[in-house]
Nanobody, 125 residues
Framework: QVQLVESGGGLVQAGGSLRLSCAAS?????LGWFRQAPGKEREFVAA????????YVADSVKGRCTISRDNAQNTVYLQMNSLKPEDTAVYYC?????????????????????WGQGTQVTVSS
C-alpha cells in the first residue's frame, strides 16, 4: 500500500510560480501529476519514471512545468512557472507500478494504482 500526500498548492497571480510536492509512504515506480478543473475531466500534466531519466509533460504545460523526483526522500515535485488562470484546478499525484516508460502509457490515468487527495491551485488574473 502506498500513500501519497500532496502539498504546495495555493493562490497565486497569473505569471507567478508554485512548486507542488508529493510525498510517498512506500516504494514507488512511476509517478505522475494530473489535474481536474471544475466541470472538466481529469487531465494528465506530467510523469516521471523511477530513475528520473525520462519525463513526460503535457503540451498544455510544456515549457512552463517541470517534474522531478528525489528517491531518497520518496518525493516528486512539479515546478510550475508562468501560471495562467486556466491552470486553476485540483492537482493530484499518482503512483504507477504498471505503466511503461512512454508518454502514451503514463499519460493515461488508468495505469496508476494509487492517488493522493489533491491540492488546490488557484491562479487569479
Amino acid at each position: 500500500q502506498v500513500q501519497l500526500v500532496e502539498s504546495g498548492g495555493g493562490l497565486v497571480q497569473a505569471g507567478g510560480s508554485l512548486r507542488l510536492s508529493c510525498a510517498a509512504s512506500g516504494r514507488t515506480f512511476s509517478l505522475g501529476w494530473f489535474r481536474q478543473a471544475p466541470g472538466k475531466e481529469r487531465e494528465f500534466v506530467a510523469a516521471i519514471i523511477w530513475s528520473g531519466t525520462s519525463t513526460y509533460v503535457a503540451d498544455s504545460v510544456k515549457g512552463r512545468c517541470t517534474i522531478s523526483r528525489d528517491n531518497a526522500q520518496n518525493t516528486v515535485y512539479l515546478q510550475m512557472n508562468s501560471l495562467k488562470p486556466e491552470d486553476t484546478a485540483v492537482y493530484y499525484c499518482a503512483a504507477s507500478f504498471r505503466g511503461s516508460g512512454s508518454y502514451y502509457s503514463l499519460s493515461a490515468s488508468n495505469v496508476y494504482d494509487y492517488w493522493g487527495q489533491g491540492t488546490q491551485v488557484t491562479v487569479s488574473s
